[in-house]
């Protein structure tokens, strides 16, 4: 059953340190905080996953896709 479905470009990954804190993270969405990729290197960047209203059953199997 398909629950949620959401979307962060890599460029708008910028924390808001102010409201940051190690479990949740929060997204700096300004023109001014956009950072683009640079080829070959691998970047650092926190998603929060943000909570919804569904039911699990016990033994239910949770499947998160990062593209």
């Known amino acids: ?3 949620q479905r959401g979307w962060l ?3 708008m ?3 808001d340190g102010q409201r940051s804190t190690a479990l949740r993270p929060w997204g700096d969405f300004t ?3 956009v950072r ?3 080829p070959g290197e691998p970047t650092l ?3 929060e996953i943000h909570k919804f209203a569904h039911v699990f ?3 239910s199997s ?6």
Do not use: N
């Open 31 to 33: 023109e001014a905080a």
């Open 62 to 67: 949770l499947r998160v896709t990062l593209d």
């Open 9 to 11: 470009r890599a460029s």
């Open 1 to 3: 059953m398909f629950v």
């Open 36 to 38: 683009p990729l640079r």
């Open 13 to 15: 990954r910028a924390l």
């Open 57 to 59: 059953r016990a033994g």
């Open 45 to 47: 960047m926190r998603v």
